[in-house]
Structure formats: C-alpha cells, structure tokens
C-alpha cells in the first residue's frame, strides 16, 4: 500500500507570498493518478489539481501542480486570503481500487 | 447544477447501526463511480469505499464486512450502511462523485456528522 506524505505540517505565510507544498509518495505513483484538494474549515474538500499538473474547473492558475514518480509539489504563485486553508494530495490505485490520502499541509497565515 | 446533499447522520451507540444517504442532482449517480470519505474530528480524510457504475464495489480494509455502499437509480440516491459502530466511527461523512480516468474526487457533498458514543 502505497504511503503518502506531506510537507511542511503547516506553513505560516503572509499574502501575496509564494506557497510550496510536498507531497511525496512512499513507491513510485502514476502522474495520471494524483490529485489535490483544499478543504476550508467546516467545509468539504475542493478538487484544485488532477493528473498532477491539470487545474480542476474554476480553479485560479495562481495554483498549479508538478512532478512525478515520488515527489509532486502543489505551489500558489501569490497567497490570497482565501487560500489559506489545507491542502491534500490523494493517489488512486486501481486494483483493487483504493483512494489514499496524505495528512495534509495547513497553511495559515503569519 | 451538479449537488450531492448528505443526510441521516447523528448520535448512535457503540455496536448500533446507520444508513447515510446521498442525494444527488444534475447528473446519474449510476453512470458514475461515487464514494464515501470520512473525516474523524481533527483529523485527515479517509477514503471509506466506492461503487462503480456497473455496481462492482470496494471498501477499505478497516471497513470490509462492517460497512456496505449501495444506490437507488430510481431516486438517483448513494448509501452507506454501517453496521457494528465504533467510537472510531465517529467522523463527518462525505459522499463525492468519481472520476476513474483520473481517480479523483470531484464534487463532493456537504457531509453529515455521526457521533458513536454512549
């Protein structure tokens, strides 16, 4: 089974601040087959990146997704105020299906 | 508008029984993959278990035998029974539409809360 995690636990940044997050796999995932989310407190988690560097609909490209094999990194070019939140990435493996997600990076405002 | 709404969540006590339910609209629940996923207070997300559209399902290992996904095509509904509750249960519970092409999770419901506690 394949671990996911990330880093840094939280990042504390100011706005309009460049934000990178890592997110690294235990063996070797398929790019087709990583994603993030943000989840917002009391919210449900928001689809940002699939297929590690595709944007999700409505998302803004101050946020973009890059790697492969082990190591992918979501960055927000420029901080706004309603990115500070958490980030998850999630690998899907197919067989049998299984849907994993890393711990998540917070990333607050300092 | 595509929206999937979560309902039948609450308290319940150890070793008692729940069924969520997850009514979408703006699109088939049973031409899609859908999910569950949780969310222990606190804590990360946990994928729970999936059915396919051809009805084939899979659950993770800390949920086989315990609980079971399921739909009604004719009310375009997704469930989860859970059965043999646990205070690790506890969590928020959300339904999410699948994308297999990508394995990922792309609308998501607003979740509802089940509290195993006596």
């Known amino acids: 089974e394949i671990v996911l995690t990330q880093s840094p636990g939280t990042l504390s940044l100011s706005p309009g601040e460049r934000a990178t997050l890592s997110c690294r796999a235990s063996?070797?995932?398929?790019?087709?087959?990583l994603a993030w989310y943000q989840q917002k407190p009391g919210q449900a988690p928001r689809l940002l990146i699939y297929?590690?560097?595709n944007r999700a609909t409505g998302i803004p490209d101050r946020f973009s997704g890059s790697g492969s094999g082990t190591d992918f990194t979501l960055t927000i070019s420029r901080l706004e105020p309603e990115d500070f939140a958490v980030y998850y990435c999630?690998?899907?493996?197919?067989?049998?299906?299984?849907?994993?997600f890393g711990p998540g990076t917070k990333v607050d405002i300092k | 508008e595509v929206q999937l709404v979560e309902t039948g969540g609450g308290l319940i006590q150890p070793g008692g029984s729940l069924r969520l339910s997850c009514a979408a609209s703006?699109?088939?629940?049973?031409?899609?993959?859908m999910s569950w996923v949780r969310q222990a207070p606190g804590k990360g997300l946990e994928w729970v278990s999936v059915?396919?559209?051809?009805?084939?399902?899979y659950y993770a290992d800390s949920m086989k035998g315990r609980f079971t996904i399921s739909r009604d095509d004719s009310k375009n509904t997704l469930y989860l029974q859970m059965n043999s509750l646990r205070a690790e249960d506890t969590a928020v519970y959300y339904c999410?539409?699948?994308?297999?092409?990508?394995?990922?999770?792309?609308?998501w419901g607003k979740g509802t809360t089940v509290t195993v506690s006596s």
């Open positions: 703006g699109f088939t629940v049973s031409s899609n993959y």
């Open positions: 999630q690998q899907y493996g197919s067989s049998p299906p299984l849907f994993t």
């Open positions: 063996q070797s995932v398929s790019s087709t087959y």
């Open positions: 297929g590690a560097s």
């Open positions: 059915i396919y559209s051809g009805g084939s399902t």
């Open positions: 999410a539409r699948t994308r297999y092409s990508y394995g990922i999770l792309d609308v």
